[in-house]
């Protein structure tokens, strides 16, 4: 291992898991903490602490700035980001490199072109990897509606010019068209000085599904299978999944596929995430978007191949030969459900509910793993995120998976603050969840009302 | 006197050197102070520790870098704690960064212990990636102690230089 000492940029559950991974390959850990963080967990297990700055994220670990000079000034040949924070932020990587400190990540330019949304579908569209099909602009109902017979309803209308809802309707039918085209045109017309409509396939019954993959830099890229993150919400992934149960083998091989092409097509290096939208119905894929980082939900993807994706970074980051295995090495088996661990109040609008833990019993056993960093007495910082942990159950296929981690949300027990824990059991729990029968809107619409009338009772 | 300072005792050595006392023996709350003219001389019904608190005051700043090499498995973030006397006011590292006590390499340093200063007197600078960041005294006073040295890193809220404000 060519990495010594490694600066970890990051807090909470995954800079413990870092330290951790870089542990086992005999790398040392500095860890960068904020003055809120001195007493964490991280703290305690690396080899050496420094404080960059007060508790905000932004006057410590958002500063890029702070963090490579931190990573220098402690002697740190290599840097982790993380994921969230500045894991994205290609800038990040940039200063790394011009200060002969190793990124633990992809190179910065790569980081900059899939941030960009329309030049990440852009290099999608060009690799051959599928997008939402859709239409350029559209002038008049009568266009809309033979784009809609070529699309096939239900269709979306969108303005070209805008985003957050407005201008924007979906139709099921010609009549539908007819009777909101004008509207929506004006409307557009009134919030973004641009008429001009655009027509996309609505997915009425989407999942989300996500490749792991991971490249050596020069052009070839490995997949970990994928993973369903189909229960969210507002768009925050809730629970995670792997595999996707439901998806048919072919049309599996064709996701991987899809992104092994994309990422390879960019010499991609490192790990990184794949995102789709998966039509159900339609039994087709459209890519969303690439995460250039280690995911939260990273864990069920080693669970179900039993490689550790972390040391898999620092070992293709310090340019270990052989750190990417075969493709045929990496071999999917059992089924693997995480949870994400919150301290909020999911019976009172997710109300954040940062506080000290008087009690903290994680359940053990086969087939459980809790990815964490607290303990008996932590208290929960009200300035970042409010993750507390993920509890992540691996059995032989799904349905035992599922009685599993029903069991195991009922062993976990957390005291001294409120936790999405009574939200997580409900859903081990619903029918929906136990027959795989949801789509990314199911919480939402379907789970938190009957959660909230169960609460009620 | 609910706790001497540095500067107290400063103050006393100085009251009895100027005098024509053979010895003294002050006794308070917190403090004990035996001051002699003869080496061999001890204070009432005691040995000789005494003897060196009639010493000037050491300074304390040798004792934070040999604390900072902390060993594996410990938290180093409380290596730099430094003991402000009562009286006194810390000046401290805004964030992580490099300390330099001069504007520039080879210029005179900023500010040296004896020092007066007021508030907006600059004691140091603190680098961050080029970026340079003066750090002021904060307080009118006297520089009684300087804590971190040229070019080395300092963390977040480290003591940088201890000031005794003017009465």
Redo the contacts between chains.
């Keep these: 291992m060519s990495i010594k000492r490694v600066l970890v940029a990051n807090r909470g559950e995954i800079a413990v898991r870092i330290i951790r991974a870089a542990h086992a390959l005999g790398i040392e850990a500095v860890q ?4 809120a963080d ?2 964490s967990l991280a ?3 690396a ?8 508790a905000p994220s932004k ?2 670990y958002l ?1 890029a ?2 963090v ?3 990573a220098r ?2 002697g740190c040949d290599a840097l982790h980001p993380g994921y969230g924070f500045l894991s994205e932020r290609a800038a990040l990587a940039r ?1 790394c490199a011009e200060h002969d400190i190793t990124f633990v990540g992809p190179e910065a330019d790569i980081i900059d072109a899939l941030g960009d949304k329309l030049r990440a579908r852009a290099i999608a569209e060009d690799a051959g990897v599928p997008l939402v099909p859709g239409t350029d602009q559209i002038a008049s109902p009568a266009e809309a509606r033979k784009a809609a017979a070529k699309l096939g309803y239900p269709v979306v209308m969108k303005a070209s010019a805008g985003g957050g809802g407005r201008g924007m309707f979906v139709a099921r039918d010609d009549a539908s068209i007819d009777a909101s085209f004008d509207r929506a045109s004006s409307e557009a017309l009134e919030a973004f000085g641009d008429g001009t409509l655009y027509m996309e396939r609505y997915v009425e019954n989407a999942r989300h599904v996500e490749v792991q993959a991971a490249g050596d830099g020069a052009g070839r890229v490995v997949h970990f299978g994928e993973r369903d993150c189909s229960v969210q919400r507002r768009y925050q992934k809730v629970v995670e999944e792997a595999p996707c149960a439901l998806m048919p083998e072919a049309l599996r091989s064709e996701l991987h596929a899809s992104a092994v092409k994309l990422l390879s097509k960019l010499k991609y290096k490192n790990a990184g995430t794949v995102e789709f939208l998966y039509d159900v119905e339609r039994g087709a894929f459209y890519f969303i978007e690439v995460n250039t980082r280690i995911q939260v939900e990273h864990p069920v993807s080693e669970q179900v191949t039993g490689f550790d994706l972390v040391q898999t970074q620092f070992r293709i980051a310090g340019g270990e030969a052989g750190a990417l295995p075969r493709q045929d090495q990496v071999r999917l088996a059992r089924h693997a459900i995480e949870c994400r661990l919150n301290a909020e109040d999911a019976a009172n609008n997710f109300l954040p509910s940062p506080g000290r833990i008087t009690h903290w019993s994680p359940p053990a056993g086969a087939g459980i793993r809790v990815d964490s960093h607290c303990t008996d007495g932590y208290l929960v910082p009200p300035y970042y995120d409010s993750m507390i942990g993920k509890l992540v159950v691996t059995a032989h296929d799904r349905p035992s998976c599922v009685a599993r981690l029903a069991d195991a949300l009922d062993d976990f027990a957390i005291e001294g603050l409120t936790t999405n824990l009574p939200l997580l059991r409900y859903i081990a729990r619903h029918e929906d969840f136990i027959t795989n029968n949801f789509h990314t809107r199911w919480l939402e619409q379907t789970l938190l009302p009957a959660f909230e009338q169960s609460i009620k009772e | 006197m609910s706790q001497a300072t540095p500067a107290d005792i400063e103050n006393l050595v100085e009251l009895f050197n100027r005098s024509d006392w053979e010895e003294m023996h002050l006794k308070t709350d917190g403090l004990e102070i035996f001051l002699s003219n003869d080496p061999a001389a001890r204070p009432p019904g005691q040995a000789a520790a005494a003897a060196a608190a009639a010493a000037p005051a050491p300074e304390a700043a040798p004792a934070a870098p040999a604390a900072a090499s ?1 060993p ?2 410990t ?3 409380t290596a730099h704690d430094v003991v402000i006397p009562a009286g006194m006011v810390a000046v401290r590292a ?5 300390c330099y006590r001069a504007p520039k390499p080879g210029a005179p340093p900023y500010v040296e212990v004896g020092q007066k200063v007021d508030a907006d007197t600059e004691v140091c600078l603190i680098e ?2 080029k ?1 340079f960041t003066p750090v002021k005294a904060g307080v009118n006073g006297t520089v009684r102690e300087i804590c971190a040295s040229d070019g080395q ?1 300092v ?4 003591v940088l230089v201890i000031i005794e404000p003017d009465a």
């Design positions: 960068a903490v904020s003055a001195r007493d703290a305690r297990l080899d050496q602490v420094v404080v960059l700055g007060p006057q410590s500063d700035r702070l490579v000079h931190a000034s402690t200063l | 902390a594996h498995m938290p180093a973030v805004p964030n992580l960064g490099t961050v990636m970026l890193m963390e977040y809220e480290q």
